[in-house]
């Protein structure tokens, strides 16, 4: 294993980030710091001896790269399509325009195989972000393509390095090989679970960092399915950010509970010996299990969890919630059980959920139409409805929302694109409809989102 330093971990430690990133350079666009990606099929090891096959990855030779940008500068990324089928890649959490958005049919066309497609954009937000298809969802996601995306503060908070987490599991059985990537019956229920899980593609890594040092741990769950607690043992640690946004307070870093999609930022405070390893637990239904291993390594550098600087908040608008129009939206099952229609994008052949008695008909031309209609620059309450025995964690594409209150417990006030919606819970969450366009509004479980729950808000003027 080797010492990873602060320079590495601001690379993002690994050689494919730096032949991603070392893409093609965009001479017409001086301003733009250029990325290149390649969705490619590759055969990897997850497991030791064996070497999984029928992976999908972002990189021709190893796991997704981590992407870094910077606040308020403008980035091109070249997607190459080297799948045999078509795709499409979404910045999850990035509040950007629609076009950018990597929708398929309601921002743009897939992207064949063997096709191409630039992304362009300028990151508003700072914080820890995530990519991934938005086509084939299930199947593309379950083989491997989600990767980290960290949009860095114009200023340094002062940690001494930074360590992405790609958290997820894969479908393996014992031969290292791919099993059935959806149960139908796990699907009308809570989702179906992986059988390995994974940090940045490593069955429980060991990451050695400097002794005494600040290190931000960017914790990114990119999973299919798994509603999970997390829990930093063996140091002292604290949340910082939730979602991208920092939180008002931050608290230690226990039980931090994490859905699919969402992201928490950890400051942690390295021991001082070598011999005080600390553990990333992910803790189950009926058991614990470390994810991860953090062991000190040096002379202790001696640093204070109090010299970090507060995270600045992010430019999302204030919602004005004297004047905000109230939309219910109810999470339910499908009322007819109708097939999704076929789609170049996939299906998984059966419909279990719905939004608004409406149950998302599958990935196709249209003309779509919205769920709701908002009014650019007014303020919405959106009031969610679950009306299943499960857990949605419910996502929004192109605004970040504000969470206001629940019929079921207390809520922290965080402003996040992703909010576990528990079972029977009903929350009401605000926003204001600042970013004109078509946003993709579903469950993160990428069965429930396939098999129904799933549709789009429009913004417009
Ligand atoms: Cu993270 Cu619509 O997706
Ligand atoms: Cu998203
Ligand atoms: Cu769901």
């Known amino acids: ?138 199947e593309q996601m379950a083989r491997g393509l989600t990767g980290v995306l960290i949009v860095e503060e114009p200023e340094d908070p002062g940690f001494d390095s930074d360590l992405p987490l790609n958290i997820r599991d894969f479908r393996l059985g014992g031969d290292g090989q791919f099993i059935s990537l959806f149960k139908a019956r796990s699907a009308a229920r809570g989702g179906t679970l992986g059988t390995v899980s994974t940090v940045n593609w490593k069955v429980a890594p060991d990451f050695d960092l400097q002794a005494g040092s600040l290190v931000r741990l960017r914790l990114a769950v990119t999973d299919v399915t798994r509603v999970g607690r997390y829990e930093i043992e063996g140091a002292d640690a604290m949340v910082i950010a939730v ?71 992010n430019p999302v608008p204030v919602p004005d919630l004297n004047n905000a129009e109230v939309m219910e939206f109810v999470f339910g099952w499908s009322p007819e059980g109708d097939a999704p229609q076929a789609s170049i994008c996939g299906t998984l052949g059966y419909t279990f959920w719905s939004i608004n008695r409406k149950a998302w008909q599958g990935d196709v031309p249209g003309p779509l139409d919205p769920l709701a209609t908002l009014k650019l620059g007014k303020t919405y309450v959106l009031r969610l409805r679950n009306e299943t025995p499960n857990d949605h964690p419910i996502h929004l594409h192109g605004v970040s929302f504000q969470l206001l209150r629940s019929n079921k417990r207390k809520l922290v006030p965080l402003v996040t694109d992703t909010a576990l919606l528990q079972s029977q819970e009903t929350m009401d969450v605000a926003l204001v409809a600042d970013n004109p366009g078509d946003w993709a509004f579903h469950c993160h479980v990428i069965e429930h989102q396939k098999t129904g729950l799933a549709g789009f808000l429009r913004i417009e003027d």
């Open 1 to 138: 294993m080797s010492h990873i330093t602060r320079r590495e971990l601001l690379l993002g430690s690994s050689a494919t980030v730096l032949a991603a990133t070392a893409g093609a350079f965009i001479a017409d666009r001086a301003l733009a710091s250029a990325h290149s990606l390649t969705l490619s099929p590759l055969d990897h090891s997850i497991l030791p001896d064996t070497v999984t096959r029928g992976m999908m990855s972002f990189a021709a030779d190893g796991p997704p790269p981590v992407l870094r940008f910077k606040q308020g500068e403008a980035v091109a990324i070249d997607v190459a399509n080297k799948l045999d089928e078509a795709s499409v890649v979404h910045w999850h959490g990035l509040r950007i325009p629609n076009g950018m958005d990597g929708v398929p049919y309601l921002t743009q066309y897939p992207i064949e195989a063997g096709e191409r497609f630039r992304y362009e954009f300028t990151p508003p937000d700072a914080g820890t972000f995530w990519y991934h298809p938005h086509c084939n969802t299930l």
């Open 243 to 313: 979602d991208s946004n920092p939180l008002p307070v931050p608290m230690p870093a226990r039980e931090i509970e994490l859905s699919p999609g969402q992201r928490a930022d950890v400051a942690l405070r390295v021991p001082d010996n070598e011999e005080d390893a600390v553990r990333l637990v992910l803790k189950r239904k009926f058991d614990e299990r470390v994810i991860a291993h953090f062991r000190p390594i040096g002379v202790s550098v001696n640093r204070d969890l109090r010299e970090l600087q507060r995270l600045r908040a």
